[in-house]
């Protein structure tokens, strides 16, 4: 009988081990299969960004088609008008992927296009992800006027300027309109929007952003119609060189301080280098200011488990030059979008020696 | 007490194994029939879903372009409306392009079906699919059959329009199609150099009608998609019938099941009062009946799942044929083994055997005395007409007023049933009539037909199945030979040159080109999807080009005609439709339908309703000069889907010349006499199941008038005794005992004639066009009718004979002493 | 008339009728003689071969050995053929268990055996219902008759045809106490009025007594028994 038993016990604490010791590990190393499926490969045979690059505008608001990949990305945090308690989050992604050696057809150019949308009310999230192969008129970007659109998803602008514009995203049960105007300038981000992701340059892209957006609009559900008013931050990069095998992933931080500066704070994750942190201060005209890896703390301050995942859910930012000690806190639990390939974006407070509200992207956990 | 009766009844069974096996192998046929029909249409109900889960087969959308046009839509209009639908928010329309083709794999060629997709927009709807849509923008995903044959250096080659390319990429995954299927995302097929001609796939489980709004606003013209239109829906007519054959077949088995009951009762009948003498309870007697009774039924019932399994392996192929030719359904009908169909099945017979031996085993439980045939009570008789005039009466009201498939089965039912009564008083009727004659003359011809009503009573169950089976030969047959003399009539009619090519219309007119320089007369066919306007409203059909001159127009094989409508199809004011056309539509020979052309509007009357026997479409005739003069310039008709031509010669050398001159390959060209003879031996393909049946049908039904016969000669053993013993010879008595169940059998047979064809005349007139839309006349071979009734007949009386003969070759003492 | 001399009938044990065999003679040797008109009651034990007997002298079945001479006919060389004439004409069988044509009615049940041997004589079957009085059942079918009625109409139906000799075998069997004379005594004056001989099968003591002669069958032969045994 006591045989028996020991057997048991030690049969049981050997698959507690196990099991246990899956619940407790660090995240591992991930392939950036993880990140496009696949849909990304870095290849020399696209193009390259480069520092000599000079960024015009409206120009540069239309695809680079040579790059690998490339997105268009508005988030906004928004608050209901009638009651300011209740705050609404929203985000719109076109993606661009150019897979290498794509050939016309007489039906598409070959790229595909890829669009998120996620909007977070106080109870639900909704997300949607859409697909769409390039060259026809129903997914990509358009010039005059400027739209970035995927089938019934689209931002439209009124010139072939960025802003003012209209987004609009109908989705199965609720119908969102927002009406976007500038309060500030477009900021490029690195050297003249030449980003540098890594240490050593071999990750970089095109970056710039529209940080000063002012969001007014409509959440139309089956429970009513809720009028919203925010901020919104605009993104536009692309690159062939930021998603490759040495890529773990990213976190991405994307802050409206509430004495009106702006703050972009980024952290690559790379197999092969140390994990390389840069962000942008950007002043409330517009005076953008890169900070280095040396100017800026970013520190993750807790963790949180989706399914198997665990990420970091709570960070610190320090920037001890412009005195800025701030913490970022999600504002909901499970900011996941859950497409095909998972990956956490959602509104932060900012509490500290600062207050303001905010965008997190956590990739590649 | 329980195993002393069990061993009893073993024992009893082991002697008299005979009424046993007429059990076991009643159920087993029972079994086999509804076993193989049951896998075969959950085999394809699999094929069906399986494809359905990534491409619906028939749910497409074709636009062919605005209203106003008679030009097809180019790729960039289709890019242009795709953009446009998509960009309005209906994400379930997906364009693809589907083609029937050839892939070489290592040289061996297959035919396959090849579906382009937009495979991004599919990957919008479908996330969780195999493979995942969104793999295909990389890679060419194949079925499991084609898969197996692939390793990482074979050759692969698609065909398509006589253009084959080689299929580039490396990577393949496998889709859960088991029909040889090729998917690859649009833009890869387009990079293949194939003409681009997308349609547009709707997953949407009911008819969107802000779709149809969406495009009745652009004027585009369509083939509006409908749910009906599902591979499900489509083929629903057929399974059906396959269901309701392998019912019947289960029904007269049954039927079966219950003489061989009776035989196995009598049988046991004195065992089982002796059990009761012995002071065994009823009930417990009964209990062990039904426990030995669902045994049997349960051996029955596996041999019966096993033989109907390997009969639904041998079918296959042959079914999935059928739906191919018929349905333009590909299926392959692979999943055939499907255990989860067995056990109801077992519960089936079970139950049903239980419930056959329900009356018997209550007959036996309060019988005490020796069984005293009843003869039928005027009453009786009486109430059996009644019946049969009431459903008689129904089934009329049926034939006049169903418009749906199952209400129409039903009348069917009532017909046959509205049969088995009149038989029921018809025996007595013609029997009493008989003996009434016979009073005066022979006494033993006298005896014999006043015997021959208590024989009817007691095989009435018999005879009722032999009824239904008969009749429904008779009615199966005489539709299967009225549609086979319709289509071979109609296609030697309709065929009016000697050969015909098949081919695209680049190498058409190459051909129509080189035929004209040697002076041999050709007659291209145009066609294109049109959109035609009536006052009910609107429908796209395909429209074909047809010649006006007297010996096409005579080829014509109409079902209505314009007295003058010939004349008025010359002089360019009418057209022709076929009949599926005419009753989808509500339409009639003296309508209008009109075309918008341009700016102008052309109306044109309905002159004639023609027979398009199994065309699933519907289709419009118009005369080829209108076309070529009103609607288009000579250049634009010339590039039209010009499909077929027929050539006006015999010289099959001389052509085939000049094929090989043009670099084009014989296997489009046929002769006449080769056309009729593949489309007849497709005809015969598809009906060579209900055939089957059918012959199995017939066959087991005489085999339970047989069983019925083998009972009742038991019972009148000690009858033959005492008339051998009053001086009847053997051979007087043979003849009569013969003559008594050959007259049941001919009132039978004669019975089941006149149901027969009123089956078939439903079958011809209701079903087919509740199912199809079209109809073929009702011709009657009595020779094959005669002859299915005779072959019956002689072999009930085969084997009558045999039986009396042998229970007469005993000795006169023996049937004598058949005390009870 | 009937005349038997020596006849054996040996019964195998498994019903094979093969004289070489070793089988039970249920007759060994039996000897019988009743003269035309005349009649006679068998009586013995059960199994002693009293139906067999019957069998033999109806041409029902076939001897080993010995002749039967039934109405001048020598049934024991005749073939099926003549048998079959032989029943048809000359004899009657009554059973016990009546065996009427069940869907044939009391009057046609009668003619049949006179229809078949062609000598149908109305008169003389409407005599004989009338003697069995069951003249006013004439229409009805057999099925409704009670036991006795029914076995009134079958000995009709044996004597419709005018047979020399009429064979009964238990015909009282089936039927109760006070029926069974009845129609035993029928039996016995209708088939003396026509001069038909008549051997009756009987375990009855009093249908036994009823016949001129009275026999007594054990160990395969028969007895005869006098007079003052047959009254007690």
Known sequence: MPRVTGFVIITIGLFAIVLGGQYFSQPQNKAPSVLYGGLVQSSNSLAQVSPEYAIGFPRDHQPHPDFAVEWWYFTSNLKSQSNPEQHYSVQFTLFRFNRGGLTQSAWSDGQLFMAHASIHTPQTHYFDERFATGGNR???????????????????????????????????????????????????????????????????????????????????????????????????????????????????????LDNGEKLMAFRMRLNDQADHITG????????????????????????????????????????????VDIELTPRKPDQWNQGRFPYYEGAVTITGSHSGVGFMELTGY | MYSVILKASAGHAKQHPWPVLWLIL??????????????????????????????????????????????????????????????????????????NTQLTVNGDALEVTVYAVDAAALASLVSDAVPDPLGLVSVIAVSQDIAARLSADTAIALTINDQTVSLPWVSLASTQDSHATVLLDLHAFAQLNIALQPNYVVFATEYKRDIVAFLADRQLQYTPYTAEDSPIAITRSFHMSLLAMSLVMFLVCFFIVINALNLFMAGRSRMLKIFRQMGIPRTVIVRLLQVELALYALIGAVIGIFLGQLTAFLLAPSIATTLNNLFGVPVSLGELLHFPIYVPIIAICILATLISASVPIKRLA??????????????????????????????????????????????????????????????????RLLVNVSHRTGPLIHWTFSHANVI????????????????????????????????????????????????????????????????????????????????????????????????????????????????????????????????????????????????????????????????????????????????????????????????????????????????????????????????????????????????????????????????????????????????????????????????????????????????????????NVVAFQWMFPLTVDWLAILFAMVTSLVIISLFTSASILLSQSGSLKEQIQCRE | ??????????????????????????????????????????????????????????????????????????????????????????????????????????????????????????????????????ADMRNQRVTKL??????????????????????????????????????????????????????????SNDVAALADDAYHMTSGQLTKITPSLQKS
């Open chain 1, 138 to 256: 129903h997914a990509g970007v358009l010039s005059e006027p400027l739209v970035i659109q995927l089938d019934n998803w689209s931002w439209r602008s009124t010139t072939a300027e960025l802003l003012p514009a209209r987004l609009n995203i109908p989705l199965d049960d609720i119908e969102l309109t927002l009406e976007l105007t500038a309060t500030g300038p477009i900021v490029l981000h690195g050297e003249q929007g030449y980003s540098r992701k890594s240490a050593n340059g071999s990750h970089a892209s095109m970056y710039y952003s529209q940080p000063f957006i002012h969001v007014a609009g409509e959440l139309q559900t089956t429970q009513g119609n809720e009028v919203l008013v925010g901020q919104g931050w605009f993104d536009h990069e692309w690159t062939s060189q930021v998603l490759n095998e040495q890529t773990q992933g990213w976190d991405w931080f994307s802050l409206h």
């Open chain 1, 280 to 323: 942008t201060l950007i002043s409330p005209d517009g005076t953008a200011r890169t900070l280095p890896p040396t100017a800026l703390n970013l520190t993750p301050q807790e963790y949180a488990r989706m399914e198997q995942r665990k990420y970091p859910s709570r960070w610190r930012l320090r920037i001890p030059h412009h005195g």
């Open chain 2, 26 to 99: 009643a159920v087993t046929a029972a079994a086999a029939g509804l076993s193989a029909v049951l896998i075969l249409n959950n085999a394809a109900l699999q094929d069906y879903q399986r494809q359905s889960s990534l491409i619906p087969l028939h749910a497409d959308l074709k636009v062919a372009g605005t209203i106003n046009s008679v030009e097809p839509m180019t790729v960039a209009q289709h890019r242009a409306f795709y953009s446009q639908i998509r960009a309005a928010g209906f994400r379930e329309v997906v364009a693809f392009q589907r083609e």
């Open chain 2, 366 to 431: 309060s019988q005490l005395s020796h069984i005293t045939p009843s003869t039928e009570s005027s009453l009786a008789v009486s109430k059996a007409l009644f019946f049969s005039l009431l459903l008689a009466g129904i089934a009329l009201i049926g034939i006049l007023f169903a418009g749906q498939l199952s209400m129409v089965f039903a009348t069917v039912a009532m017909l046959l049933l509205s049969g088995v009564a009149c038989l029921y008083w018809l025996y007595p009727t013609i029997i």
């Open chain 2, 456 to 767: 009817a009573v007691h095989s009435r169950l018999a005879c009722a199945a032999f009824f239904i089976a008969l009749a429904t030969h008779i009615g199966m047959t005489t539709m299967v030979d009225s549609f086979r003399s319709a289509t071979e009539d109609w296609l030697q009619h309709r065929l009016i040159a000697e050969h015909y090519y098949y081919g695209d219309t680049g190498a058409l007119l190459t051909v129509k080109e080189r035929l004209d320089n040697e002076g041999i007369r050709t007659q291209e066919r145009y066609q294109m999807n049109l959109y035609w306007q009536h006052e009910n409203g609107g429908f796209a059909a395909q429209t074909y080009s047809y010649p006006a001159t007297t010996e096409y127009l005579n080829g014509l094989k109409v079902e209505k005609l314009l007295p003058d409508g010939l004349n008025q199809f010359r002089a360019h004011r009418g057209l022709f439709i076929n009949q599926q056309l005419a009753y989808r539509h509500g339409l009639d020979v003296g309508d209008t339908l009109s075309i918008a052309v341009a700016d102008k509007t052309m109306d044109l009357t309905v002159v004639g309703i023609h027979y398009d026997f199994g065309n699933p479409d519907t289709q419009v005739l118009l005369p080829l000069n209108l076309l070529l003069q009103t609607t288009w310039t000579y250049e634009q008709a010339m590039s039209q889907a010009v499909r077929v031509m027929a050539i006006h010669t015999q010289d099959n050398i001389a052509l085939k010349q000049y094929l090989d001159e043009l670099g084009l390959s014989h296997e489009r060209l046929y002769s006449r006499a080769r056309l009729l003879e593949v489309s007849l031996a497709a005809f015969d393909q598809t009906f060579v199941i209900t055939d089957a049946l059918n012959l199995v049908t017939l066959l087991v039904a005489v085999f339970s008038l047989i069983t019925s016969i083998l009972l009742i000669t038991n019972q009148t053993q000690n009858i033959s005794g005492v008339l051998r013993s009053i001086g009847v010879t053997r051979m007087q008595l043979i003849a009569s005992l013969i003559g008594q169940y050959l007259i049941i059998a001919l009132i039978t047979a004669l019975c089941a004639l006149p149901f027969g064809l009123a089956l078939a005349y439903v079958l011809v007139k209701k079903v």
């Open chain 3, 146 to 203: 009670s036991g006795g009625e029914q076995q009134r109409v079958a000995i009709a139906r044996a004597l419709a045809h005018k047979p020399r000799v009429v064979f009964a075998d238990e015909p009282t069997g089936n039927l109760d106490e006070h029926t069974s004379s009845a129609v035993s005594e029928l039996l016995f004056s209708t088939c003396r009025a026509l001069n038909t001989t008549l051997l009756l099968v009987t375990h």
């Open chain 3, 1 to 134: 008339m009937i005349e038997v001399r020596n006849l054996v009938k040996n019964i195998a044990s498994s019903h094979r009728q093969n004289a070489q065999k070793n089988g039970i003679a249920i007759i060994d040797n039996l000897e019988l003689l009743i003269e035309q008109g005349q009649s006679a009651s068998v009586q013995g034990a059960s199994g002693c071969g009293k139906t067999t007997l019957l069998h033999l002298l109806s041409g029902l079945d076939h001897p080993c050995a010995g002749t039967l001479i039934v109405a001048k006919h020598a049934i024991h060389n005749y073939d099926e053929t003549r048998l079959d004439y032989f029943r048809r004409h000359t004899i009657g069988i009554v059973f016990q268990q009546f065996h009427l044509l069940e869907s044939l009615n009391v009057e046609d049940n009668i003619a049949f055996t006179a229809r078949l041997a062609g000598n149908l004589d109305p008169h003389h079957i409407n005599n004989l219902m009338q003697q069995l009085g069951i």
